[in-house]
């Protein structure tokens, strides 16, 4: 059976990738290895290496100003190395709170300097974005820090905050599926196991000037300054996650790139909040100017029906559909590798279940 995963994370890869990944697996680019068991002081591995990230480079319009880092730790370590890393000359920053990655960053932060909430949409369990422009940030910062697109909660920001303040966003859930204007930034973050490719990966990219100084206790391991004079190979890197994201990459770039994948990504979000909204039984709790893209929770009248919905959803093939705790229901991620098919299966079933509570 023909199955379509929903899954936040680890979520679906494309067809295409995969099936390359295991084409080549007894045989990665001629060495007559696998991926998985090549040293990574290669000269195969080091093709993959730089290709993914000149790609990622080419994807994302990605400056010479920036470096690109492919580390290991997941998003949640740099919730940690951010602060290590750029709490270094006013020793303060201020955190917008959107969400439960955004409350993790945050926390960690705190341990390392003075860190303060600027904004949070906790009031409503975070069912929309602070508005940006009325956000009273303080002054004397090393950097304001929020969550581009929230995976739990189903929202995403669409404006960013007007300030001289370098900004830092965790874009674990929205990198390579919209444009995102990387030259706004100083640092941006993401694990790749959402939109990229197997968990094990995370990509910073980061301006070079914030590159140089830490606080003293940061550990060898989370400096960027490090990582940037090894090319990320100071030690083993995660070479088959990075393998599989240099794939993804191949096959956005032979899409048509980030726009032309943003296009599809909008059809398919369209579809499904479009039906959402003409159903009263159906709801998405999300304010509409707030809507991600690509995670899209919702629910029916009662929690009972929801188990229904999610334990019928299984017996079709359409896949982790039961929301996360923190908001019940259901959520369905869409991300890139989501064929427009998927979301098409998924729309007729939840038809079908609608009518079949009458
Ligand atoms: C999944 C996710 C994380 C956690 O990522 P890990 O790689 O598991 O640490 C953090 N932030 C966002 C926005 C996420 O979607």
Not at 192 to 214: E, F, M, W, Y
Request: glycine residues 6%; proline residues 4%.
């Amino acid at each position: 059976m023909a199955v379509f995963n929903f899954s936040a994370g680890p979520s679906m890869l494309a067809d295409e990738v995969k099936l390359e990944a295991q084409r080549e697996f007894l045989n990665c680019v001629n060495s007559g290895m696998s991926i998985t068991e090549m040293s990574h002081r290669s000269k195969p591995y080091e093709k993959i290496h730089n290709e993914s990230i000149s790609l990622l480079r080419e994807l994302m319009n990605i400056g010479d100003e920036f470096e690109v880092l492919l580390l290991q730790g997941g998003a949640s370590q740099q919730f940690d190395a951010i602060p290590l890393n750029l709490l270094v000359n006013k020793g303060r920053a201020d955190y917008i709170i959107t969400g439960n990655f955004a409350s993790k960053a945050f926390q960690e932060a705190q341990k390392f300097g003075d860190v303060s909430i600027a904004a949070s949409s906790k009031d409503r369990n975070f069912a929309y974005i602070p508005n940006v422009d009325s956000i009273n940030f303080r002054s004397d910062l090393d950097y304001i820090h929020f969550t581009y697109n929230n995976t739990i909660f189903g929202t995403k920001f669409t404006n960013l905050p007007k300030t001289s303040t370098t900004l830092v966003s965790d874009i674990s859930s929205i990198i390579l599926s919209e444009n995102i204007e990387v030259n706004k930034f100083g640092l941006l973050y993401a694990g790749a196991q959402k939109n990229i490719g197997p968990s094990g990966l995370t990509v910073v990219i980061v301006r070079k000037d914030l590159i140089g100084t830490c606080l003293p206790i940061c550990p060898t391991m989370l400096k960027y300054s490090v990582q940037t004079e090894n090319n990320s190979l100071y030690n083993t890197p995660p070479c088959f996650s990075i393998y599989m994201a240099t794939l993804t990459f191949r096959w956005i770039k032979k899409l048509g790139g980030v726009d032309a994948i943003n296009k599809i990504n909008k059809y398919k979000a369209g579809l499904l909040y479009d039906f959402i909204d003409n159903s009263k039984f159906y709801k998405n709790p999300v304010d509409i100017a707030d809507r991600s893209l690509m995670n899209v929770p919702f629910t029916t009248p009662s929690a009972e029906l929801d188990a229904q919905f999610v334990k019928g959803a299984e017996s079709l093939g359409l896949l982790s559909l039961k929301g996360h705790r923190s908001v019940g229901g259901m959520r369905a991620s869409i991300y890139n590798a989501m064929p427009i098919e998927g979301v098409k299966t998924l729309i007729s079933y939840m038809e079908k279940f609608e009518l079949s509570q009458k």
